[in-house]
């Protein structure tokens, strides 16, 4: 979902960092074989992903949602050198896919992968985290912050993404639209929680940096 006009997008991207060779061909191939594939982070906004993780320069990051692994190895290039990415998606089909990729990048032994449930596996994950993204099931996102404020390291980081869902957030939902509701909610959540300080950026669907006081 783009909310700028189209030439101003265009040239936003223009003259954005360079999309690494890699992840072109991750993008490729996850268009040319995997469903929904505008779910994918793409170049803009994997390139808001590297520069912010490479700014927190984290030890540990948690990432809610896989997909096809663009996106996490957009955020493992910032890193420690000692430092994890930790992954969780529930698609065991998508496994092999990702870490074909993760394996061929720089940042493959940093990259753990977990399959199921994410808020019964982060309880297992014995980690403080510096730096979160949250891009799963939109209907649990809030019980994603609740799963995982106690576990990030203070002055960590936490990116919500989807949080204009097409612009429905700012509309009376329909009742049978639940993850409208849950985003909404999401989203107060967000601005009120006072164990947080959050901005919301209004790129692609929606962006939410929250940093943990």
């Known amino acids: 979902m783009h909310f700028l006009p189209e030439n101003i997008d265009n040239y936003a991207l ?3 960092e360079d999309e690494p060779e ?9 268009w040319q074989k995997v469903l929904v594939p505008r779910m ?13 993780s ?38 065991e089909e998508l496994y092999d896919f990702q870490r074909k990729y993760f394996d061929r990048s720089s940042h493959g032994n940093q990259i753990k992968q977990y399959l199921g449930d994410a808020l019964e596996i982060i309880k ?17 996102y809030s019980d994603y912050f609740h799963a995982i404020i106690d576990k990030i390291s203070p002055g960590g ?13 700012t509309e009376t939902p329909d009742p049978k639209d639940e993850d409208t509701k849950a985003l909404i ?11 947080v300080e959050t901005v919301l950026l209004p790129i692609r669907d929606g962006l939410t940096i929250s940093r943990v006081k």
């Open 40 to 52: 994918l982070s793409g170049h803009f906004q994997g390139r808001m992903l590297s520069l912010l």
């Open 54 to 91: 490479k700014l927190v320069q984290p030890k540990s990051i948690l990432e809610i949602g896989t997909y096809t692994g663009y996106s996490a190895l957009c955020l493992a290039e910032g890193l420690q050198k000692d430092g994890v990415l930790h992954t969780i998606d529930k698609n």
């Open 124 to 140: 297992t994950i014995d980690d403080r985290f510096d730096l979160v993204f949250i891009d799963a099931d939109k209907s649990n």
């Open 157 to 169: 980081i936490i990116l919500s993404d989807n949080v204009l869902w097409s612009g429905k957030v």
């Open 22 to 30: 890699l992840l072109k061909e991750l993008a490729r191939e996850t």
């Open 14 to 16: 223009t003259h954005t």
């Open 185 to 195: 909610a999401y989203n107060k959540l967000l601005k009120e929680d006072d164990r």
